[in-house]
């Protein structure tokens, strides 16, 4: 009873807020209430092939010291309230089998923000030598839902508002497997796992990953532009309410890897084009654009990501 109680809530609230605000401001609920189905709908662009510790635990800590990721998302709009997102990766390879990782992101779109803040163990196994790995990694921590009272044109004291951020931070966890060669990567994980187990009636909406699985392969041909690479990539993913998603692009990098050109297609009907280029042996700098699925297209642009790798205590970007 309390589940239910806490999940009407959120309807309750957004019923009542609609009646007492302006209607630029019911677009901008319109938009936060889309927001969320269209991150999952476009991952931040990291997730292909920078920084694949966004979508699978098991990706922590495979490069032997330490890994920054910082990226952020912007919608191509000047409305008020438009959607943005910000994710912070650290991950920690100790070269002893294990790894360590700390995932942040946050997003904002309207009237609601977004926090999600896990902590990872990973475990990656030898095989027959060590290029060849099976990996292991779970997250654990805590997300959290609040209205910003800053953003409401109108009664900020309505009890709703009171009601909806009362609303308790809950657990929750992501769990994945991976297995790699110097050429080859196998993987999937299951994200929020509260959603997948359905242990929680205030998770089940139609805004949330419910799987991952992905499967790409390396090319490099050392004579073509002083070493030419090529990573095909294809991605399966699942989205609570939706129907499930197939990626499909590739990596396209020159100089051994000095600057690249990546490409996506989605089967929500939007595309990820992207470039990238290391910063002086130490780092990874990367501008991505995501156009609107079609599903979202007469409500909102497409949307600006930029993303900063930095490499920390290695000899050598891999």
């Not at 009542?16 to 269209?38: E, T, W």
């Not at 779970?138 to 309505?158: C, K, M, T, Y």
């Not at 508002?161 to 990567?185: C, P, R």
Request: charged fraction near 20%; glycine fraction near 10%.
């Amino acid at each position: 009873m309390q589940r239910y109680m806490k999940y009407s809530m959120k309807k309750l609230f957004t019923k009542h807020l609609i009646i007492r605000i302006p209607k630029l401001f019911l677009v901008l609920i319109i938009i936060s209430d889309a927001q969320p189905s269209r991150a999952q709908l476009n991952p931040l662009a990291g997730i292909y092939f920078s920084n694949e510790y966004l979508g699978n635990p098991a990706m922590a800590g495979i490069e032997k010291g330490l890994t920054l990721n910082m990226g952020y998302r912007k919608q191509w709009s000047t409305i008020p309230g438009a959607p943005k997102t910000q994710s912070l990766t650290a991950d920690y390879g100790t070269g002893k089998k294990v790894g360590l990782g700390l995932n942040i992101y946050t997003d904002e779109a309207g009237l609601i923000k977004r926090t999600r803040v896990m902590a990872t163990y990973s475990y990656h196994l030898p095989l027959r030598n060590e290029n060849q790995k099976l990996r292991f990694g779970i997250s654990f921590g805590f997300a959290d839902e609040r209205v910003l009272n800053e953003n409401i044109n109108g009664d900020q004291n309505d009890g709703s508002i009171g009601k909806f951020n009362e609303i308790e931070t809950y657990m929750d966890g992501d769990i994945g497997v991976a297995y790699t060669t110097s050429k080859l990567t196998m993987q999937a994980a299951i994200p929020n796992m509260k959603v997948f187990l359905k242990k929680d009636g205030i998770n089940g909406v139609a805004d949330r990953s419910s799987f991952l699985s992905t499967v790409s392969y390396k090319f490099f041909f050392a004579d073509a532009f002083d070493g030419f690479g090529v990573e095909p990539k294809l991605a399966y993913r699942g989205v609570t309410g939706f129907s499930d998603i197939i990626d499909i692009g590739a990596n396209f990098t020159v100089a051994s890897g000095k600057a690249s050109v990546m490409s996506v297609y989605h089967s929500s009907q939007s595309a990820t084009l992207g470039m990238g280029a290391i910063i002086k042996n130490i780092g990874l700098l990367s501008a991505n654009y995501t156009t609107s699925s079609r599903a979202l297209s007469e409500y909102s642009s497409g949307n600006f990501q930029i993303g900063i790798k930095l490499n920390l205590w290695k000899k050598k970007i891999i």
